[in-house]
């Protein structure tokens, strides 16, 4: 019977945790952690604020102490209910394999900062702190049932081809532009352009058309590359713009297509 | 007769301030107000320029008096007029109700502080004259049944979800890319990204591919990171114009479609 | 027969310039003009840069006197010849009709500085001959029979409602972004923000995302404005970039349309 | 015997270089090709960091004579070889005009500056080694044969006239703007707007939206005219983003389309 009682708490565990199982109690645990992640992220952000880590110091103590409880708990329970996924099972390769996955490294990570300081380590941790910024992905799970979602990865999915070999164009002439800046201007600004991989950082913000205006070329020859280069860079957006603008509109057709029949006589139109 | 001549003149005013219901005299009243509205703008707008506001001083003084004189009348006259709008009858409950509305509130407030300065009222009510540019707003009206007003309607109401989901998208990315660079560049630093919320700065600066370059990062790591979200920020233009490119194109479509018959049965296919 | 000469020499004049009639003789002469157009633009600008003014002021020189020369026979050329047209008939009343088009005007002041300054007007001339470079749009001209150059048209026209709309709604939001804009960051860049005109330099650098950086906001609630600014901004190049697109679609797909013949059967397909 | 071994090992020689025969040989020594030239570039880039220069100087130079020694071997052996391409026959003329394509212009001037080097030539020698990076190029024919590639160069075939037209009109814009902006700006900044070649600089960062900063109008008038240009410039983006959206639709239409049957005949339409 205490058998029977603990596995029962493990599956019920398991669905605490699982929202996709379609329970309402996965559901609302769901929403739950994922708000508790949102709140989370603007702590980590508001508490670099110096007047504001100051002034509420105590609060943000608290917080991080009820977060981290609370993801301790979600960890662990997760963890440890693995076993009732079918593709999980062993009581130790199941629960390793499943504690591997990206999603639950990230999650351990987020937690293991705070135990750490606990016993004693003395070192920057703050750095660790951010991890829990990437709990943010998790967000996306909420709209992964959306038919947005479904829309743009099935176009991205189509154009795939057709926006890596735009990438990889863009990517040749990042290369072949910053190495000719790199040769036309260093002469000239040694510290500017003072290496090829130093010229992607002007390359970058001219090709991306940001254009912060810390780096730009002051001779003749240079300016006219440049003009040249921030010409074609508008290629870099025209490109992925127009095949995700064709992507979207044939799947707008195909939609209709598949459901194009005459409201009056029931045939299919074609 | 009294009451007659008074209920009169009460519909009279307000089909004067009601272009809406296809009558010559709200037609022409609405025309004198939009016009009204867009001098009076001009005028807030110039009177900050120094040189104007010292040598026009006479005539941007009686040109607000009469501009107060008119839109007074004018708010005073529709609140009055209210209950002969079935929507809002009762002549207190009914006139509270209408003039709660946001627009009628934005009226309200483009004038009084005209009148708080009048009896002595010395706060700065600069920033309240301001209000009187929200009611810019209202030119917005002149286009309200206009089809391209109409057409762009439909498409982000078609086209909401995805354009919400890419919002999102970027938001996402914002937050991840700022607080990246905060923890990269602070120490270098400490004045141009002295918390996350002021990273935020650089992050929207740079995915808008607006660039100012007051704020950059100079280590060779932020400059890689920033680098990449650049790149990334590119989606940020190409997503969203997609979306509402393959929105009016199906709409286009739609339009011809609705006038297409069914090569079945011959019958019209709404 | 000398009258008869004198008007066929005036019916070959005017044949000698009007390529639009389909002769030989225009074609070429308007390819001779077309061309010292450009190089004569080419020599404003190359003027312009001290070093070669010094060292070619000769054959500047040398080149203006020819194409005044030039410039001046066509000019008298058109006027005198243009009875032939019959749109302008009349020996007095038809040549100042054509000599009141304002490309003729255009052409006018092209060649009227140089002779102002041999009379000996001390004026400064210099921005007289920049009207020179007005000429430029004479170039359109070659473009104006290419279907490319009807097909921009064409979607313009279908579009301009909805370009205007697009249009007004950008300068709407920028007339409310500098203004608020003004009156936050006024009280602490007095310099650069020192009116709302003046703010709109900042307005249109952040939503056309040039973003010089000469100017911007400094205070948190600025830069959170600026921010939100900048967002909206995307807007200005999603909504004509999308509204082209579509308006490029249905060109090509009506273009099909009138055309869709069953190779086989000859029957029109629908 | 010996002259069929000779002419055997000369034909292998070709196949082994030339990867469009289908072979495994050519295949994988196009790999091998590609990856040389592109660690080649990366060395090319990395070696231009002063920190990597000294500490890796020995690997930079045993690369190097390594890259050399294939590259040598290639130019050598596909020259040799190329008699065995009917294209060019006869061993010297054929050789002759196989070596003048541009292709094998460039990977020999890609090796040639290294034995000039050794030969003693003491020219500056560093701007040759960046002809290496045009190699580059090659690697864009792994791309050749992929239908992402052939569909972007069947949109800009077919879109060549609009884009030709949408560039034409855009330098137009350039020249006009610029012009205009150095008669207005020259006397207040004589440095920044120096000559109307030198105020292309702004024009282009302005019409592209990138807005380094480094050169901007300062005059009312001139904030005035830069503010209209770039919003004009707006259009810069706008055309050929739409422009290619039409044409990837186009193509897709076009593509469905060829799998049409014709509703009369029942023939298939291609």
Same mark, same amino acid.
């Given at each position: ?25 996965? =559901? ?35 917080? #991080? ?79 992964? =049932? ?35 800046? =790199?040769? &036309? #201007? ?62 979207? &509109? ?21």
């Amino acid at each position: 019977m205490s058998v029977g009682r603990y596995s029962a708490t493990r599956r019920w565990t398991w669905e605490l945790f699982e929202p996709d199982l379609g329970g309402k109690l996965g =559901y609302y645990t769901d929403w739950f952690i994922m708000t508790l992640i949102a709140v989370n992220v603007a702590m980590v952000i508001l508490e670099t604020v110096d007047a504001l880590a100051i002034a509420y110091s105590g609060a943000f103590y608290y917080f #991080e102490l009820f977060s981290v409880a609370v993801f301790t708990i979600e960890y662990l329970g997760r963890v440890w209910s693995a076993v009732d996924n079918p593709a999980y099972e062993g009581p130790i390769t199941g629960r390793l394999e499943f504690a591997s996955r990206p999603l639950l490294i990230v999650d351990f990570l987020a937690i293991i900062p705070f135990y750490l300081t606990v016993v004693g380590v003395q070192a920057d941790l703050r750095f660790l702190r951010a991890l829990r910024l990437i709990r943010l992905f998790r967000l996306l799970k909420l709209a992964r =049932y959306s038919t947005a979602m479904q829309s743009f990865g099935l176009v991205i999915e189509e154009k795939k081809e057709k926006l890596i070999l735009a990438f990889s164009a863009n990517l040749l002439l990042l290369v072949i532009a910053s190495s000719a800046m =790199y040769y &036309i #201007e260093n002469p000239h600004q040694p510290e500017a352009f003072s290496s090829i991989p130093q010229a992607f950082w002007w390359g970058v913000a001219t090709l991306t058309t940001v254009g912060y205006g810390d780096v730009h070329p002051i001779t003749p020859l240079g300016q006219f590359v440049g003009a040249v280069v921030a010409m074609l860079g508008i290629g870099l957006f025209a490109l992925p713009a127009s095949i995700l603008a064709s992507g979207f &509109i044939e799947q707008a057709e195909n939609d209709e297509k598949s459901a194009d029949y005459c409201p009056h006589c029931g045939e299919k139109i074609e």
